[in-house]
């Protein structure tokens, strides 16, 4: 008796898991009578390119967001779908709200079906990911029962030999009896969306054998399908090169326009006597192996102008003409992408003013916002994908942070800084501005994403901070601000000097915001003292309470009735900036703030009212910060109550904002240095 081997064990494990009835749906084949059934059943088999793209997008659902007051459409297939092959698209809604918009008008026969769909942004913004998503999108929607459609393949002996474009079966059906058929097949269905309709003709090699075998059976057309043609399911794939081409443009010596349209076998020219005979011709050009998919062309204004006239003809007319043969119907989604420097060049071009008129430009910017900017690096930087390494809290932030303002365009508004508009953007509230202000910001900068930092560099100085400091076990945001700016030297899309001194003036604007934030998060640590915060809390509301209804406080030590503690009062109030001119109506705000709830049956908790809690946090911060001597990390002399007092403050930022034993000592230590400089958060 034969042993098991464990390549048996392995794949006889398997062997439950195989899907043959699957495997056999998608690899359906059939006649051409069974198509015409598929056909009434189902008429959206037969959707030309734009529609089965446009209703692959709608397929994986939407959701309404809003923007600054506007309703924007977010497309679940660039986020859900996208996240499962490991490329969501991050804070470009409107940009995919307005691709997709075209593809709806395509799909509706509105024009642009009629044009080159052109993603135009700066280098990094994404284009690329765009349209990989939706070349894979659609392989993977062909292989769906709502995505079907299918081809037709001759009959050669025992073998077929399948149509080289991958054309449409209804395309065998002669023109004189397409009306009827078409009324036939379109019968009982009233909604024009599911109308079928049978467009473009036989590719010149499936004409040829269509000819052939016609004499073959006196005209006889039908017998001829029935016994010569075999009906089959198309699977779009790019890497078969069947439904989805990709072109890159190269050398323009090397450039060859029969890339595009085909060319001549050489090899078969001697067995068919002519090198105009369709069997001796390759119809393997990225436009012929497109054919009802997508076709991408990399760079797109890179090409050579022999090349723009194949592409002129397929957008416009959806007709490319291969060498020796006549204009050959295609019907497929072009799509191209091209960068800012480029694009100009185009403009400026007067040659290429048919190409311009032809061309659907959709703006594909970087990310204004900065957690969608976050969300990118937070990708491919987490504690899943780094291993061994800690990523201190702020470290992703602090780069996505820089990123962001090197796009913004400088505000006009005399009161507001470049740092105060990205916090707008990202949702945060400023006195004053309201989301009309936003908005208006908005309008004054349309161009406002086209330039700046691409998100490439941030990634790959993130990786140079993690992999240059190999005897840490975490990366801090002032390794990565060091690789950003250590960079900038050797940037090679940075020409400008003017440009290069704004990018430093901007690490220097982050690198004090992260102070501030880091300032803050360990002032909130220190004075974490719930206990403490609540008697803090209770103190400040009842003096707040007497002075308001001009009555005196009970000293809860000595039992006297006392004047409302000014002093007290008012190192809360300055801790967030209440002017002494303000501190009545704010200590009104705060009684009415209480009374409200009392009526609402709910008990005042200071963590309810952000700005109190915070202005607690500073008071009690600086009550304690005294006792736990913090600058004495400093200079190396910590005595022992002190030390457990440290440890504690250190165990919160652990617990409470994400850092590590490392991350949090030296935390620790750059705001101890801040304080020894007496340069305390006010």
């Known amino acids: 008796m034969a042993t098991a081997t464990i ?8 062997r439950d898991q195989l899907n043959l009835s699957e495997y056999h749906k998608i690899h359906w084949e059939g006649t051409f009578e069974e198509y015409l059934d598929i056909v009434h059943q189902q008429p959206q088999v037969t959707r030309t390119a734009y529609q089965r793209l446009y209703d692959m997008i709608l397929s994986h659902g939407t959701e309404e967001v809003y923007e600054f007051k506007e309703k924007l459409i977010r497309y679940k297939f660039f986020t859900e779908y996208a996240r499962k092959h490991g490329d969501p698209v991050f804070g470009l809604d409107r940009s995919l709200m307005q691709l997709v918009n075209t593809f709806k008008s395509a799909a509706r026969g509105y024009g642009t079906e009629r044009r080159v769909l052109l993603l135009h942004g700066p280098v990094g913004s994404a284009k690329s990911t ?29 073998t077929l ?10 395309q065998l059906i002669p023109q004189e009896f397409r009306v009827a058929i078409l009324e036939r097949l379109n019968s009982g269905y009233s909604d024009d969306s599911y109308q079928v309709r049978i467009k473009g003709e036989l590719c010149p090699y499936s004409r040829y054998e269509f000819n052939e075998r016609l004499a073959k059976y006196g005209g006889n057309w039908i017998e001829m399908l029935r016994n010569e043609v075999r009906i089959y399911r198309l699977l779009l794939s790019e890497k078969d090169r069947i ?5 890159q443009p190269k050398d323009e010596k090397n450039q060859d326009s029969t890339e595009l349209t085909g060319d001549i076998n050489y090899r078969k020219i001697a067995e068919f006597g002519t090198d105009s005979d369709p069997r001796a011709f390759n119809f393997d050009g990225e436009l012929n192996i497109a054919n009802r998919g997508l076709v991408e062309f990399i760079e797109v204004l890179k090409l050579d102008v022999a090349f723009l006239y194949d592409l002129l003809g397929a957008s ?9 043969f006549a204009q050959t119907d295609i019907d497929e989604v072009i799509l191209g992408h091209t960068n800012e420097p480029e694009y100009r060049r185009l403009q400026n071009n007067e040659f290429m003013e048919a190409l311009r008129d032809r061309t659907v430009k959709i703006d594909v910017p970087y990310v204004t916002r900065l957690k969608d900017e976050m969300r990118i690096y937070e990708k491919d930087f987490n504690s899943e994908r780094v291993k ?8 992703i932030e602090i780069a996505a942070m820089w990123a962001v303002l090197t796009r913004l365009v400088q505000p006009k508004h005399a009161n507001l800084t470049l740092l105060q508009k990205m916090k707008l953007y990202n949702g945060k509230t400023l006195p004053g501005f309201t989301e009309d202000n936003i908005i208006e910001l908005k309008r004054e900068s349309p161009n406002e994403g086209m330039q700046g930092i691409s998100p490439r560099y941030i990634q790959d100085k993130i990786s140079n901070a993690i992999v240059a400091h190999p005897e840490e076990d975490s990366v801090n945001p002032f390794m990565v601000l060091h690789e950003l700016e250590a960079g900038l030297r050797h940037h090679s899309l940075i020409t400008n000097q003017e440009v290069l001194t704004h990018y430093r003036q901007l690490l220097a604007v982050v690198r004090e915001e992260y102070e501030d934030i880091v300032k803050n998060e360990v002032q909130r640590a220190i004075a974490a003292d719930e206990d403490a915060l609540s008697r803090l809390c209770s103190n400040y509301i009842d003096n707040v309470r007497a002075y308001t209804q001009r009555e005196k406080v009970r000293n809860r030590y000595t039992g006297n009735y006392e004047d409302p ?52 946090e500073l008071k009690l911060f600086e009550d304690q910060k005294d006792t736990i001597k913090l600058t004495s990390l400093v200079s190396n002399v910590v005595d022992k109550a002190t030390q457990e007092k440290i440890d504690i403050v250190k165990s919160r930022l652990i617990r409470n904002y994400g850092y590590n034993e490392s991350s949090a000592t030296d935390v620790l230590t750059f705001v101890a240095s801040i304080f020894a400089r007496g340069q305390t958060k006010k």
């Open 130 to 158: 765009i349209a990989r998503l939706l070349k894979r999108g659609l392989e993977d929607y062909s292989r769906t029962e709502a995505g079907m459609l299918f081809s037709f393949a001759w009959k050669n002996g025992e």
């Open 565 to 616: 503690d000014e002093r007290l009062m008012r190192s809360v109030e300055e801790k967030i900036d209440i002017p002494e001119g303000r501190k009545d109506d704010f200590r009104r705000e705060i009684m009415n703030y209480i009374g409200a709830l009392a009526l609402d049956g709910k008990k005042f908790d200071f963590k309810t009212n952000e700005r109190l809690q915070k202005a607690l």
């Open 243 to 247: 439904g989805i081409g990709t072109f």
């Open 388 to 395: 061994g390494k800690h990523i201190a809290p702020h470290t």
């Open 316 to 324: 416009q007319e959806h007709k490319i003409k291969p060498k020796k």
């Open 7 to 14: 390549g048996n064990i392995i794949l006889d494990g398997l």
């Open 161 to 170: 030999v399948k149509d080289p474009m991958h054309g449409e079966p209804l």
